[in-house]
């Protein structure tokens, strides 16, 4: 996978986040957390992943979603694995 920049990756998730549970993508900053801050439930939290995985090419387990709280821990993660691909 071609470098992905951390400003590529947190526009994609705002426009994933923008699409599944409808907040604008500009609400969608790092320090935000998808359940205190953005209401985001679990069932819209694993359609989030499903579609970041899609967008970006990666790999995001189950089990690995339940530490992925902030959007920079998605960002994080999604840089890691794209980083190693």
Known sequence: MAEVTTQTILDGLGEIVEEIVG???ADVTPEKN???DLDIDSL???????AAQDKFGVEI???ELKNLRT??????YVQ????KA
């Open 23 to 25: 907040i604008p993508a």
């Open 34 to 36: 998808f359940i205190d």
């Open 44 to 50: 819209s939290m694993v359609e989030i992943a499903v």
């Open 61 to 63: 387990p189950d089990d």
């Open 71 to 76: 959007v920079q821990d998605v960002v994080n």
């Open 80 to 83: 890691n694995l794209a980083a």
